[in-house]
């Protein structure tokens, strides 16, 4: 939800929706569903690159904090169909590892994992693409794609390295409705 908008310059509020994991894991806690709330901020140096960032804390799935930086070019294929893509890269702090990634000794015993104990740390660097298509002046849609490598304490983890795997893919469709008012 952008509160700030300049044409070259957005910044607001920003969230996240975070699906539990029930028993995915034989012998790990449980972690409940819940989201993340925080803000954003990105750039457009030019017309074809954006440089995005956004800081989000967790709501009742975690209690950690979670940093992600990208940047995006644009390429125009015609004047309703758009490409994009660029790098990746995303921060966490203990909390949220510990929630993910952490194995105390009660799990360790029934899931046969290593105990593991993260700090915090670059949760995992990569890339990612899109295809937007401008439906209509108010409707946007888009479908993406995302590869990232886990790395530091994700990487380390024995959930990760016994059960696992560093390399992680998300693809997705969206869609975004543009209600275009303004506050005088």
């Known amino acids: 939800l952008a509160l700030l908008d300049t044409g070259t310059f957005r910044a607001g509020a920003a969230g996240k929706l975070i699906f539990g994991r029930d028993g995915a894991v034989a012998g790990m806690s449980p972690i409940r569903f819940g989201g993340e709330a925080g803000v954003f901020a990105e750039i457009y140096p030019t017309d074809f690159l954006r440089v995005r960032g956004e800081v ?16 995006d070019a644009f390429f125009d294929v015609t004047d309703s169909i758009q490409i994009s893509g660029g790098p990746r890269a995303s921060w966490a702090s203990s909390r949220y590892f510990d929630a993910y990634y952490g194995v105390d000794a009660t799990e360790s015993v029934a899931s046969g994992l290593a105990v593991y104990s993260p700090g915090s740390g670059i949760r995992a660097v990569g890339a990612g693409g899109a295809v937007t298509w401008k439906t209509t002046d108010q409707l946007t849609t888009s479908v993406f794609a995302e590869y990232e490598r886990l790395t530091g304490p994700a990487a380390a983890s024995s959930l990760v390295k016994q059960r696992g795997s560093r ?11 543009r209600f275009d008012f303004t506050l005088q």
């Open 56 to 71: 989000r804390h967790g709501i009742r799935s975690h209690g950690g904090v979670v940093a992600d930086l990208s940047a």
């Open 167 to 177: 390399d992680q893919v998300t693809v997705g469709a969206s869609a975004v409705y």
